[in-house]
């Protein structure tokens, strides 16, 4: 596609409830990275994937995070048993090489954990 | 954790004036980048400096940087009202993939 493509953009789900959120990079890219966003500050790293591999996973806050990339395109985080405390928007960008810079970014989902 | 910070926190200018916003960081990089963030939208990329580099110039946008202080700027000349947004500095601490961020310059553009 001709950009980096989130969704949902929106995400309301009652605590303890599991959810999925995709990313689709652009067309090609190799690299794939999940940000979060808490509400006033900069983005974190959370994973890092070249094609399907999961090169970095250091970000992830607790083992209820997971993300695949299976056929190294599009990617799924995952967030088992939610708490509120997870809430916060949650960025997807990619880029054509590994390591490459700049990151294009995707618009965000933002999930509302109630 | 972040690596960088931004200051100021928040700036409110005339249209027309000039916008300069500070970022420091912590460890050595390989490059810096700036993004602006509009609200509730994603981050575009501004302009990306390498760590060999002093100044480098992008359209109304001036970014300088200076390794011995671990510190950048942006400048954004002749603003508009378009330019309100948040804007970030990122860096690579060193790796080649992981963006390490501010928590941001918030910039607003009064008419």
């Known amino acids: 596609g001709a950009g980096v493509s989130q969704s949902p953009r929106y995400k309301v789900t009652k605590r303890g409830q599991d959810v999925a959120l995709r990313c689709d990079p652009i067309s090609g890219h190799v690299s794939l990275y999940w940000y979060r966003q808490a509400l006033g500050q900069g983005p974190e790293f959370l994973t890092y994937f070249n094609y399907e591999a999961q090169q970095d996973k250091s970000g992830l806050p607790n083992d209820r995070f997971s993300a695949e990339r299976p056929e190294g395109s599009i990617s799924t985080l995952t967030i088992q048993r939610t708490e509120q405390r997870d809430s916060a928007m949650y960025r997807c960008a990619s880029s054509p090489m590994a390591g490459h810079q700049p990151q294009h970014f995707g618009d965000g989902t933002r999930l509302s954990i109630l | 954790s972040q690596q960088g910070e931004e200051d100021p926190q928040a700036l409110s200018i005339q249209e027309g004036e000039n916008a300069t916003m500070n970022c420091s960081y912590k460890t050595s990089i390989n490059n810096l980048q700036w993004y602006r963030q509009n609200s509730g939208r994603g981050l575009v990329h501004l302009i990306l400096?390498?760590?060999n580099e002093r100044e480098k110039h992008s359209g109304r946008l001036r970014v300088t940087l200076d390794t011995s202080k671990k510190s950048s700027s942006l400048l954004i000349t002749a603003s508009r009202a378009a330019d309100t947004a948040s804007y970030f500095c990122a860096t690579d601490g060193g790796s080649n993939y992981q963006l390490i961020w501010g928590a941001g310059t918030k910039l607003i553009i009064k008419p």
């Open positions: 400096i390498r760590s």
